[in-house]
């Protein structure tokens, strides 16, 4: 087996609560120019279909770009009872850097998978951390000169392995950026903060010109990492090629509101279930990421010895670990 269809294969079946019916519109109704340019953090979050290209979305103009975003502190709901960790607040989002280009549609992380440290915090330091992923670029009829860009990120930190699956907006026109607008709706389970909540919030920003001399080996590299990944399709799709029943109860005994994402992989193929959030599905499930917690001592051995098994031959998986 490929080393990345072993990799794909775990199921994350992690935590979640709350619940509230997914709301469809454009991202223009649900975060029109006007939400950017207030420089306040919204009332609540808005459903996530905010942070994707609905029907009727244009093609947008390529961008390339270092948003230089200030820390900024985050509505939480409920009330964090204990927000402060070791001196460090969990309800600021962290200042920091994230560059950014596009290939096509999509906007690309040039900090994608990585847990990106605060370099520019205030009097208090963010508990946080972030991961930015692949998201998408494109352009709504009234929005001006300006442009919609929209990308997965999650909050992480150094010491535990807590995520929370969020989305981050911003508009762009040439030479310009608005803040972020970001929201925090999914989690797994808490740890040291010990409560499940949603956060989200405005993050002013200001943009500086990318490094253009990279952009080009950066874009093969992206190209090249999307195009080694697994195949995936929609659990829909799984569904229609088995008896009927045969999949009903996976996931279990981990009841649904208590799950984050399950996937699994067949021939070779991805198919992954919707991740339920309190504001609709999330809307790049592909683009999650979680700490494995105790999850690592059942998944990384038989995934090392399969990595062996790969390189030098399946005589391997009948050695003794003492051999």
Known sequence: MRWRALCASAVYLMCCTLGAAPVRAGSARLLPVQAFDSSRSPGAPVANAAFLPGEGALPAPAFAGVLMLRPARMQCQPALLQPLIDGRDTRIFPG????????????????????????GGGSTPSYWRVIPQFGKV?????????SRAAFPIMLVNDTENHAHQGLATFLYKPGHVTGLLVQFVQQSSPYLIK???VAWGFVPAEYAQADTSRLAARRTQAQAELSDRLPAKHWNELVKTVPPGALDGFGGPVHPKWRVAAALVK????????ASTPYGPYPYPLEMRFGVRSVTKSVFAPLALLRLAEVYGPWVLGLKVGD
């Open 195 to 197: 409560q499940y909540f």
């Open 267 to 274: 021939d070779g193929v991805l198919y992954y279930q919707d």
């Open 138 to 146: 494109w352009r709504e009829k009234g929005d001006g000169d300006w």
């Open 96 to 119: 920091l850097q994230l560059e950014f280009f596009t290939i096509g549609d999509l906007l690309v992380p040039v900090q994608r998978g990585e847990m990106v440290r605060e370099t």
